[in-house]
């Protein structure tokens, strides 16, 4: 079966240091991923999706960047953090069924001090 | 503009039956999707709807009216573990997906 795996969950950073999550899928080859932001009171923002390694698109302009480096590993980065990008991050796969059903990562709870 | 419009709060009692609504304006459909997401934790898949009528799974149950732009998650015999918060989501003509803000339902005994 598959599963995805994020980390790390929880993490406290200062303003203008660098950032990255790691997201890794197991029991799937060349998957579909997702980062996704939730802030609260909002909908779920999609910030980066990737078809392939190296394939990435970016939805929203902004201090973030993505990374595939292998097929089942989605890394989400940043040089330099603002407070605004503080929230919870989202990694997902697509079972790219017709539904393309997304299975979410456990998240990663990023503050911004 | 895309949006998905949900109560922010619903309240019910254990036992009995609460239908969550969902609207919705998209440029296009490819389909509507329900997902639950308890406090901290990431949201699982509930349903997935793409023509119209009602999809059941257990105590969930799903409608879709595509004239209409609505939809509603519909849950029987509410245990204290359904409080969570319900997520709907609309596929649009670009297969991107346009997310509500989720409805955050309380259960009590």
């Known amino acids: 079966s598959q599963t995805i795996h994020q980390w790390p969950a929880t993490l406290v950073q200062p303003v203008g240091s660098p950032l990255s999550l790691e997201c890794t899928v197991e029991g799937t080859s060349n998957p579909n991923l997702y980062w996704y932001r939730q802030a609260a009171g909002r909908g779920l923002q999609l910030l980066f999706y990737s078809v392939g390694i190296g394939q990435i698109s970016s939805e929203v302009p902004q201090n973030l960047s993505a990374s595939r480096p292998q097929d089942r590993q989605f890394i989400l980065s940043s040089k330099k953090l603002l407070l605004s990008d503080s929230g919870f991050y989202l990694c997902a796969w697509g079972d790219g069924s017709g539904a393309n059903v997304l299975t979410f990562g456990a998240g990663s709870r990023l503050t911004v001090l | 503009g895309q949006n998905i419009d949900q109560p922010t709060e619903m309240t019910a009692t254990e036992g009995a039956i609460v239908q969550i609504n969902c609207t919705y304006q998209t440029s296009g459909f490819n389909g509507l999707f329900w997902y639950q997401q308890h406090a901290g934790e990431a949201p699982t898949f509930l349903s997935y709807n793409v023509l119209d009528g009602l999809e059941e799974k257990g105590r969930f149950s799903s409608f879709l009216s595509r004239s209409k732009g609505y939809s509603y998650l519909l849950l029987k015999e509410l245990q204290m573990k359904d409080s969570a918060s319900y997520l709907c989501?609309?596929?649009?003509?670009?297969?991107?997906?346009?997310w509500g803000a989720g409805t955050k339902l309380i259960i009590k005994p």
């Open positions: 989501a609309v596929r649009d003509s670009n297969y991107q997906l346009i």
